[in-house]
């Protein structure tokens, strides 16, 4: 019991050590987009949930889908945060996933999804297979070097594992590949909002969102062909 405890404690030490260093790190723009996007899943999610007459089966499919990534979300910010990056990068993939099966609902029969994985290579573009795959190789620590998100620097110069995250520059790479999946979900969660609730005033949040994707830009977590 008293290791438990003294895991616990040093553990929370480290983690707040850890949430200062990412935000001392961050940019301003980096920070402001960060509270930007988490406010407004926050509202654009209020106006979702509520009581509806009859909902279909796959109107309430994609409802529970949606509040899982929403919850999951805001778990996975706090993860990065606080240096738990490989957890972060596998709950991201995720995250893909729920999306992927989102758009599937839209498209395809719902007898036709019931008991299979999501096919992110069918439902997205380069970009978004390029980035399940990445996700995957640290899911699944599918090579050494995924070791790097949980290693630290010793005094003498050596690396060596560690079971206590240390704030990493890594960590800002991370949450941009967060973020990068959440913007496409938020832009289909207001969809989905417009779609099912007609009394959303949609264009506070789409003016919201469009002001996030120019921020998106600024801080590199969506990237041109200029870029």
Do not use: M
């Given at each position: 019991m008293e290791a438990a405890l003294l895991y616990q404690e040093q553990a929370d030490k480290t983690r707040a050590i850890v949430k200062k260093a990412f935000e001392t790190n961050e940019t301003?723009?980096?920070?402001?987009?960060?509270?930007?996007?988490?406010?407004?899943?926050?509202?654009?999610?209020?106006?979702?949930?509520?009581?509806?007459?009859?909902?279909?089966?796959?109107?309430l499919y994609q409802l529970n889908i949606a509040i899982s990534y929403i919850r999951?979300?805001?778990?996975?910010?706090?993860?990065?945060?606080?240096?738990?990056?490989?957890?972060?990068?596998?709950?991201?993939?995720?995250?893909?996933?729920?999306?992927?099966?989102?758009?599937?609902?839209?498209s395809l029969p719902l007898k036709i999804l019931i008991g299979q994985t999501p096919k992110v290579?069918?439902?997205?573009?380069?970009?978004?297979?390029?980035?399940?795959?990445?996700l995957s190789e640290?899911?699944?620590?599918?090579?050494?070097?995924?070791?790097?998100?949980i290693s630290f620097r010793t005094s003498d110069g050596k690396n060596?594992?560690?079971?206590?995250?240390?704030?990493?520059?890594?960590?800002?790479?991370?949450?941009?590949?967060?973020?990068?999946?959440?913007?496409?979900?938020?832009?289909?969660l207001i969809e989905f909002t417009i779609k099912h609730n007609k009394e959303y005033e949609s264009e506070e949040d789409e003016n919201t969102f469009s002001i996030l994707e120019k921020m998106a830009l600024d801080?590199?977590?969506?990237?041109?062909?200029?870029?």
């Open positions: 301003e723009v980096h920070y402001s987009f960060r509270i930007t996007l988490d406010g407004l899943i926050n509202l654009v999610a209020k106006k979702l949930v509520g009581k509806y007459e009859e909902p279909t089966k796959e109107f999951s979300h805001y778990i996975i910010n706090e993860l990065i945060l606080s240096g738990d990056l490989i957890e972060a990068y596998t709950l991201i993939r995720k995250q893909l996933e729920k999306l992927t099966r989102l758009h599937e609902i839209d290579n069918n439902v997205f573009k380069e970009v978004a297979k390029v980035l399940y795959r990445e640290v899911a699944h620590f599918g090579k050494p070097k995924v070791s790097q998100l060596g594992p560690s079971l206590f995250p240390t704030y990493k520059e890594s960590a800002l790479i991370c949450y941009d590949k967060n973020a990068f999946v959440a913007l496409y979900f938020t832009h289909w801080c590199n977590i969506i990237k041109t062909d200029k870029k």
